[in-house]
C-alpha cells in the first residue's frame, strides 16, 4: 500500500510539472508571435533588477537600557550609531554645526553629493531630553558601512542644531524613530516608511530581537529585521493583535498580574524599544512592587529588588493570550550589587497610552511591528 502511494504522488508531479512548462511556452509562443515579446522580456529583467529584501540588522546592548545600531548618510555614508526608536517617528542626529554634540558623530552635509536642502525647521520633546534643528533630505541606509545595508534613498531627517543635556550624555550620536508618519513631527516620512513606499521591502513590517547581558557596554544584544520575520532568534508567532491606534504602536492590554496581585481593568498599552523599562501608572505599579519585594526610591524614580530574590513572572494578557515576564528580564543589574526592578512609575493624567511595555517584554517575546496592517505580532525569543 505504501509503495504504490509513493508511486501515484510522483506520477502527480510529473503531471503537474508537465502542465507547467506546457502552458508558459505557449504563453511565450503568443507574445513572440504579436510582437510584444521584446517588451514583455525588459519587463521581466526590470522585475529581476528590482530586488526586494529582507535585512537584517546587528544592535549593540548597553546596560540592557538601551540598545543601538548603526546607519549611514549621505553619499559616501557618514556613520551614526542611533537609537532604534519604536516609540517615535523621527530620524535625527547632530549636524556638524551643533556645539552641544560634542564627542557625537556629526553630519556634514557638504561632504555629502547626494544630499539635498530641505527648509523646514523641527523641534522634539522626547520622555528624556529636547532637540531641534532643520531637516535635510539624503540617502539613509540602515546598517554598518560594509554590511547588507537596507539604503533608502530620497529620505528626509533631522541636522540637530541643539540637544538638551539628557541627550547630550547619552551614548547615541542620534535616534531613528520607527513608529507610524502620523506621528512624526512635521509630518516628515519616517525612514521605514520610506523604505516601504519605495517598494524595497519583502513585507511591511519588521521584528525586534533583543537579548539581556547584564551590566556591560557596546555588546551584540539583539537583532531588528526589516521586512519579515526574525527565523533565527524567534519562535512561531503566537498571535497579532490589530492595533487601536497607529500612531504608536498602540494596542489594548486586557490584563496584568504578579502572584497574588491581579488587574482585570484593560489598559491602552504601546510597545516602545526606546523605553529602557516596562512603565504604568504607580498605584498600579506600588501593589505589584508589595508582592515581589520591590521598594521605591524616590531619588531615581525607580523600584529597587535584591538581585538574589525570585518573585513570581509578571503576567500580561494581550488579546486573550498570556505573556510572561521572567524574573530575568525583571531584575536588572545595576553594577555595585545594586538591582533594579523592571516596572517604572509612569502617569499619563489620562491623556495617550497607559502603560508602556518597554525593552523586558522585548527582550521576552520578539515583537513585529506590521506598519500596513496596523497590527502587532509576539513570538518567543529564542536566540541566545
Ligand atoms: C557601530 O559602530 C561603532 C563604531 O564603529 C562600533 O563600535 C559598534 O560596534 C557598531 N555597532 C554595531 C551594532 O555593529
Known amino acids: 500500500m505504501k509503495l504504490f502511494l509513493i508511486l501515484s504522488l510522483i506520477g502527480l508531479a510529473t503531471a503537474v510539472l ?86 557625537k558623530n556629526t553630519f556634514d552635509q557638504t ?97 525586534i530581537y533583543l537579548q539581556e547581558k547584564g551590566a556591560v557596554e557596546n555588546v551584540p544584544g539583539g537583532t531588528f529585521t526589516y521586512g519579515g520575520f526574525d527565523t533565527q532568534n524567534c519562535g512561531a508567532l503566537i498571535a497579532w493583535q490589530p492595533l487601536s491606534s497607529a500612531t504608536y504602536f498602540q494596542f489594548r492590554m486586557n490584563g496584568i498580574s504578579v502572584g497574588s496581585y491581579s488587574n482585570s481593568k484593560g489598559y491602552e498599552v504601546i510597545s516602545d524599544s526606546g523605553t529602557s523599562l516596562i512603565a504604568g501608572p504607580s498605584s498600579v505599579l506600588d501593589k505589584m512592587a508589595n508582592v515581589v519585594g520591590a521598594t521605591y526610591d524616590s531619588g531615581s524614580g525607580l523600584y529597587f529588588i535584591d538581585c538574589n530574590a525570585t518573585p513570581p513572572p509578571v503576567k500580561i494578557n494581550i488579546g486573550g493570550n498570556t505573556y510572561t515576564i521572567t524574573e530575568k528580564q525583571l531584575i536588572i543589574d545595576a553594577g555595585n550589587g545594586q538591582c533594579i526592578w523592571g516596572l517604572e512609575p509612569f502617569d499619563n493624567n489620562g491623556f495617550g497610552p497607559a502603560w508602556i511595555l518597554g525593552d523586558p517584554f522585548i527582550r521576552q517575546y520578539c515583537n513585529t511591528y506590521d506598519l500596513v496592517g496596523k497590527r502587532i505580532g509576539f513570538s518567543p525569543a529564542i536566540g541566545t
Open 111 to 207: 561632504k555629502s553629493s547626494t544630499y539635498q536642502a530641505d527648509g523646514r525647521s523641527w523641534s522634539i520633546q522626547y520622555g528624556t531630553g529636547a532637540a531641534q534643528g532643520f531637516l535635510g533630505i539624503d540617502t539613509v541606509a540602515f546598517g554598518e558601512m560594509g554590511a547588507n545595508q537596507l539604503v533608502v534613498p530620497k529620505t528626509t531627517f533631522g541636522q540637530a542644531t541643539s540637544i538638551d543635556m539628557d541627550l547630550q550624555q547619552d551614548v547615541a550620536d542620534g535616534i531613528l524613530g520607527l513608529a507610524f508618519q502620523s506621528l512624526a513631527v512635521d509630518n516628515v516620512v519616517p525612514p521605514l516608511v520610506n523604505a516601504i513606499n519605495q517598494n524595497l521591502l519583502d513585507n511591511p513590517y519588521f521584528t
Open 18 to 103: 508537465q502542465i507547467g512548462i506546457t502552458k508558459v511556452a505557449s504563453r511565450r509562443t503568443k507574445l513572440i508571435q504579436s510582437g510584444l515579446w521584446p517588451t514583455y522580456f525588459k519587463y521581466k529583467q526590470a522585475l529581476r533588477l528590482q530586488s526586494k529584501a529582507v535585512v537584517g540588522q546587528p544592535v549593540n546592548d548597553y546596560d540592557d537600557a538601551e540598545y543601538l545600531g548603526n546607519i549611514t548618510i549621505g553619499t559616501p555614508g557618514q556613520q551614526f550609531s542611533v537609537v532604534l526608536d519604536t516609540g517615535s517617528a523621527n530620524l535625527w542626529v547632530g549636524d556638524k554645526s551643533c556645539a552641544t554634540c560634542a564627542g
